[in-house]
């Protein structure tokens, strides 16, 4: 082939169909086919298999990356088990959306060094799947980070890190995240108010002051309301965990996943939900808010039973304790959050509703994220609460155990300091040194009179 400058070159189409395909139970399956549409019997075990319990928007992301290097394997013929350096260095240009000086493919999307690093990350976990080892993605180094610094005192730790991974901003973990303040979650609790959406209200109630998760809330059922004995009293508390009743936008993070119901008499499992604090939302016993989310629930039950009773069905969810019948004096267990037609509220209509709402009180909503970012700016405001607003502020250590992180350094963001907080920290900076240097004053004095 001849191109516009009479050179000779090569051109060859690589088409690698990924599909979806929607099975029982609001199952999905992806199933990833070759340039000859043959299917690839490894991704389709690793992804509807190996990963079955993983949210469907992981295993999406997953199943497309896995694509990305099939379909760059292909383009420089180069089977699975042989990914030099050469030719990791080259798929990482291919992912980030840079083109190599001697071939030449269409790149429409460019990625960030962060989104390249995951995909890596997803290729090392697929590459130990199949018992195939690859040197040039799986070299490590060791660094030293800043886990926390307050004053003179600081603390650091030694990681292990990836050679092939791109460097990324290392402040980018620092930047404070979109969160919900005091003022917009008054617009929005009002805004639920009027259009009497006692749904949203609990709903926002448990992410704002709480700081539940989406998956987290539409997760629960009326078997996570519950009291605890704890220090010489009864106090009530909401379970966090995962149901192999559950779909994917209801799942719990950093609690164990339920593939069967078999895993509910799993010792691990048990004590999870029973000895960990992480697992369990303290409420107050006093509180208005716990007694209105008992009639709250009751109140949906029963409206859902009398006006949609076959839609209710859908609402059932595994029971986990053994004990739950003669506890609650019912025989099935339901999530609590509805939707109007009696169903189990879904993440995609929570985010619609959100999204309304959010525009109706005129707070932006960044364009190209996923919907259910709006929601965790929900939780990013109770982490701000208690770092900047509430007085005093707690400490780091206390809003890590609040927050469920793993790590410390997650929590630290939240202290930093908001736009609002840096722009006047600068402003004030600056007037201080004008202030504190008279000769500056003269100068510039003289400098506008001449």
Known sequence: MIDDNGNECHCRDIVFPLIEVEGESDERYFMLYNDQWEPISEVFRYINIELKGRPL????????????????????????????????????????????????????????????????????QYLDFMDISCKSLSRMRSVTINTYAQGDFTMSQEVMRYESNYSVNPHK????????????????????RRH????????????????????????????????????????????????????DDQKAKNRLAAETTLIYNDADYISQYKKDPYSRICLVENDEFYQQLLEYVELSSENAILNHYENYRDAVADIVEKDFGTRTGLDENHYIFLNRKGKRLS?????????????????????????????????????????HFMKPVISPQ??????????????????????????????????SIYESMDYLKVSFEKYVSE
């Not at 030719?87 to 083109?99: A, Q, S, T, Y």
């Not at 404070?176 to 009002?190: D, G, H, N, Q, V």
């Open 398 to 431: 206390d809003l890590q155990k609040l927050m469920r992180h793993r790590s410390i350094r997650s929590t630290m963001k939240y202290y930093n300091l908001t736009p609002e907080e840096e722009v006047k920290m600068k402003e004030d900076l600056q007037r």
């Open 57 to 124: 928007s992981s295993r999406r992301k997953i199943a497309h990356s896995l694509r990305l290097l099939y379909v760059y394997l292909s383009f420089v013929n180069k089977p699975l088990t042989d990914i030099t350096r050469n030719v990791r260095d080259g798929l990482k240009r291919f992912l980030k959306g840079i083109l190599p000086g001697t071939y030449e493919y269409h790149l429409v999307t460019q990625r960030t060094n962060a989104t390249v690093n995951a995909y890596l990350s997803y290729y090392r």
């Open 347 to 387: 993440g995609q209509t929570w985010d619609y509703t959100l999204k309304k709402y959010f525009k109706e009180a005129g707070i932006p909503i960044v364009q190209g994220h996923r919907e259910g970012n709006l929601s965790h700016r929900f939780r990013h405001g109770f982490a701000m609460l208690h770092a």
């Open 196 to 247: 009497d959406d006692s749904t949203a209200l609990f709903m926002m109630y448990l992410m704002y002051c709480h700081g539940l998760r989406r998956g987290e809330c539409l997760g629960i059922t009326v078997e996570d309301l519950k009291t605890i004995y704890c220090d010489g009293k009864y106090i009530p508390v909401i379970v966090l965990r995962n149901r192999a009743s559950d779909r």
């Open 173 to 192: 973990e620092d930047f404070l995240p979109a969160f919900i303040s005091p003022r917009e979650f008054a617009k929005l609790w009002e805004i639920a």
